[in-house]
């Protein structure tokens, strides 16, 4: 079947997280159910191209826990949570536990990755590529560290690693739910109340916090969504 690498492109603007997470299984299972019913076609009909979906979004402050993470992690009781007016959330994406919020660029890709290529690691790298190239965009060496997940300020010599995105996919049926959370200007001392995707030795930080100023969200989603469309070779529906 032909690749079809067209992707509907949504800014959602503040959303709940709950009500994001609803929507992107919605347009998974709408796009799982197209696959399975081109299984049943006979070798005479045309199969349905599969759609894809990317959704940037902000959420008020959250917190995700991973399938992988543990529950330690997260250091608020429900009172705790109350006084921050942060939810709390068990999801089924991979990774530990993370937060999101206000000030925070997130992405969710909905990819059918038969249109582009199956493989996970190289999805996730692509991904990684994306931030690297926004952040360069303000003036910040941005990269990986060997064995951790996400993108890194300080991540040659680690004198003072910094993480700038957090990153946690699911896919199946090689489609692809949740994505990337960019540190843009957000409230950094959210991330105090949790062990940081189970790293307790590393901080994190935004893009406001390196350059010393306010990034302005719409650009910075222009930029992203610009990295991507190039690294993924991919046209905006």
Known sequence: MEQHKKVKFQSLGVID???????????????????LQNRKISPEETPRATPNYLLFCQHPHVYTLGKSGKPEHLLLDDEGLEKYHAQYFKINRGGDITYHGYGQLVGYPIFDLENFFTDIHRYMRFMEEA???????????????????????????????????AMGVKASRWVTMHGFALNVNTDLSYFSHIVPCGIDDKAVTSISLEVGREIEMAEVESRMLGHLKDIFEFEVA
């Open 17 to 35: 997280y709950q009500e994001a997470w609803d929507y992107q299984e919605k347009l998974h299972a709408e796009i799982v159910e197209i696959k």
């Open 131 to 165: 931030v690297i190239r926004t952040c360069a965009d303000y003036g910040i060496e941005a990269g990986r560290i060997d064995g951790l997940t996400g993108v890194w300020i300080d991540f040659v010599e680690q004198k003072n690693p910094r993480k700038i995105c």
